[in-house]
């Protein structure tokens, strides 16, 4: 199944199902490559309504160096442990958006990355019972402010910043998304990075077990895994595409003001 959450027309929040035929989106003329959103017994074109990120996280919980390729690109060791980091809800952005960053830098990066979901309240989970609290998985840019990252510890001012996460456009449950699902950033259409889920160092299980036994995660928080190498700057207007594959497309634009 894949879930999303969208603002219909008259002004209400809904979750809806991404209609889906034989493993597929079902395509028609009027609703393109996404095929129709389903809410009770009524169908959206999806590009007349406003898509919502799908969940709403207390937290997103990041990971850095996760790629060993990425890693080596920014001139960093693999880290011994999982590498983490927060963003906070003000982080969060939508679909289809044209995000303002931070003004007056000289660098904002763009970082594909496999988001999961977090399906119910948990600690201290273990490796073997980590998939038991996954709701699914979505697509995420942990947009990067490196004028400030690269000055700072805590990363707060490089990393959680407001629309610093876009996330979406959808969850997809854990049998959509392949063991070794492809995970691409395209900017302008031209594609900047390409990996796969299997390529990361800590795997989500090892993720959700070494999260946990420091911190409750709560329905809705978002773990993002780690991005691959290829990243590189954003510039005004640009538009940014990250897919995943089982899970769809999430787009946006930046405005640099």
Same mark, same amino acid.
């Given at each position: #199944?894949?879930?999303?959450?969208?603002?219909?027309?008259?002004?209400?929040?809904? !979750?809806?199902? +991404?209609?889906?035929?034989?493993? @597929?989106?079902?395509?028609?003329?009027?609703?393109?490559?996404? =095929?129709?959103?389903?809410? !009770? *017994?009524?169908?959206?074109?999806?590009?007349?309504? %406003?898509?919502?990120?799908?969940?709403?996280?207390?937290?997103?919980?990041?990971?850095?160096?996760?790629? /060993? *390729?990425?890693?080596?690109? #920014?001139?960093?060791?693999?880290?011994?442990?999982? #590498?983490?980091?927060?963003?906070?809800?003000?982080?969060?952005?939508?679909? =289809?958006?044209?995000?303002?960053?931070?003004?007056?830098?000289?660098?904002?990066?763009?970082?594909?990355?496999?988001?999961?979901?977090?399906?119910?309240?948990?600690?201290?989970?273990? @490796? /073997?019972? /980590?998939?038991? &609290?996954? $709701?699914?998985?979505?697509?995420?840019? %942990?947009?990067?402010?490196?004028?400030?990252?690269?000055?700072?510890?805590? +990363?707060?001012?490089?990393?959680?910043?407001?629309?610093?996460?876009?996330? !979406?456009?959808?969850? /997809?449950?854990?049998?959509?998304?392949?063991? %070794? $699902?492809?995970? @691409?950033?395209? &900017?302008? =259409?031209?594609?900047?990075?390409?990996?796969?889920?299997?390529?990361?160092?800590?795997?989500?299980?090892?993720?959700?077990?070494?999260?946990?036994?420091?911190?409750?995660?709560?329905?809705?928080?978002?773990?993002?895994?780690?991005?691959?190498? !290829?990243?590189?700057?954003?510039?005004?207007?640009?538009?940014?595409?990250?897919?995943?594959?089982?899970?769809?497309?999430?787009?946006?634009?930046?405005? #640099?003001?």
């Amino acid at each position: #199944m894949k879930r999303v959450r969208f603002r219909d027309s008259a002004g209400n929040v809904r !979750g809806g199902r +991404w209609a889906i035929e034989d493993g @597929e989106p079902v395509v028609t003329a009027a609703a393109g490559p996404y =095929g129709r959103i389903a809410f !009770g *017994d009524e169908s959206y074109d999806p590009g007349e309504v %406003d898509i919502l990120p799908p969940c709403e996280p207390t937290k997103i919980v990041c990971l850095g160096r996760n790629y /060993a *390729d990425h890693a080596e690109e #920014m001139g960093s060791d693999i880290p011994e442990r999982p #590498m983490l980091f927060l963003k906070g809800p003000n982080a969060v952005a939508s679909h =289809g958006n044209k995000l303002t960053m931070p003004a007056g830098k000289e660098r904002i990066d763009y970082e594909a990355e496999l988001g999961v979901v977090i399906g119910e309240q948990c600690k201290n989970v273990s @490796e /073997a019972d /980590a998939l038991d &609290v996954v $709701a699914g998985y979505t697509c995420v840019n %942990d947009i990067s402010n490196r004028d400030d990252q690269n000055r700072e510890q805590n +990363w707060v001012r490089g990393k959680a910043f407001d629309n610093a996460c876009p996330i !979406g456009p959808m969850v /997809a449950t854990p049998e959509h998304v392949p063991e %070794d $699902a492809t995970i @691409e950033c395209r &900017v302008n =259409g031209e594609t900047k990075q390409s990996s796969s889920r299997d390529n990361l160092i800590f795997p989500v299980e090892e993720l959700i077990a070494e999260i946990t036994e420091y911190m409750t995660l709560e329905p809705g928080d978002v773990i993002a895994t780690g991005t691959p190498a !290829g990243v590189g700057p954003l510039e005004d207007g640009d538009q940014v595409e990250v897919e995943i594959e089982g899970i769809g497309t999430l787009e946006h634009s930046v405005k #640099m003001p």
